[in-house]
């Protein structure tokens, strides 16, 4: 007796549903580009504004008819930027090693079972977050200047010394290892401090990347409390040069406030390149789990 010979493999998919998915497929690219634009628009728009020439009208047209790069070699010409940015580097740096440090050592506290009052810490920490910083920046004013570190970049950088969510971002990081690990860290007699450095922060280098971004991003982009604190201005970060820079008289001229802007605006962007590979990895790991 013969076999039955094989039923018709599945085929094509109708002409309707393909139509469908290709309709779906094309509203989503449009809603991409469209979010790219409204993402994207504004910073073309300024660097386009900033290498227009000093004759031209800086609404008249898209594109400038006589590009120049002069208007970045009057920004520095205009106010002391050397010294703002260096300003900034050093409160932006402090803000990337002191939440390094701090928000790793405090979710791996967290993620640690085994001692009272882990929860009630945890459920504090994330109360915190419903607060936002003008609810608490008088305070933390008066406290600032109870220490003595009124206008001083100290002063700058204590308040962001370490932030909540980056220690629930590591916190999540370090329980997404897996427990075999550490049990096979313990067995070959890693102490804690080692099974810390060795094992969970080799397993969490990209939650740790996502909070060395977001710690220099905060803390370079920053207007609100460094305008509270520093009265100098010798001491000024780059956000308060380039507000008195779009405030003076003198340099008025939109060319070179747009200049100003995309200044402020390259070393987040080359900081976000280099770690790029790191932070979208980080992003996965860094969720934050309850």
């Keep these: 007796m013969s076999a039955p010979a094989p039923g018709p493999g599945p085929g094509p998919a109708p002409a309707p549903a393909r139509r469908r998915r290709r309709r779906g497929l094309a509203v989503r690219y449009a809603v991409l580009a469209l979010v790219l634009v409204l993402m994207l628009g504004p910073i073309v728009w300024q660097f386009l504004t900033s290498v227009r020439g000093r004759t031209e009208n800086v609404y008249d047209g898209l594109l400038p008819s006589h590009p120049t790069f002069d208007n970045y070699l009057r920004v ?16 932006a740096l402090l803000a990337v090693a002191s939440n390094a440090l701090f928000a790793a050592m405090g979710g791996y506290a967290l993620s640690r079972a085994g001692w009272k009052g882990r929860k009630a810490v945890f459920t504090v920490l ?5 607060f936002p910083f003008e609810s608490v920046m008088i305070s933390m004013f008066l406290t600032v200047r109870g220490m003595g570190l009124v206008d001083t970049l100290v002063g700058v950088w204590l308040p962001g010394a370490v932030s909540v969510l980056n220690v629930m971002i590591m916190r999540a990081a370090f329980l997404a290892v897996p427990r075999e690990i550490e049990e096979a860290a313990v067995l070959d007699g890693a102490g804690e401090w080692t099974r ?10 990209g939650a740790l990347a996502v909070v060395c971004v977001t710690s220099f991003m905060g803390a370079w982009d920053d207007f609100l409390w460094p305008l509270l604190v520093l009265t100098d201005s010798d001491h000024y970060t780059l ?47 860094g969720a934050v789990k309850t």
């Design 126 to 130: 994330v109360a915190t977050l419903m």
């Design 196 to 205: 810390f450095t060795r094992v969970f922060l080799q397993g969490a280098r």
């Design 76 to 91: 520095a010409e205009s106010f002391p930027l050397l010294q703002y940015v260096g300003n900034t580097l050093v409160v």
């Design 239 to 285: 956000q308060l040069g380039l507000k008195t820079l779009a405030g003076a008289t003198t340099t008025s001229d939109q060319r070179i406030v747009a200049a100003g802007a995309m200044t402020a605006l390259v070393p987040m962007v080359l900081l976000f390149l280099l770690l790029q590979r790191f932070f979208f990895k980080g992003v996965g790991e």
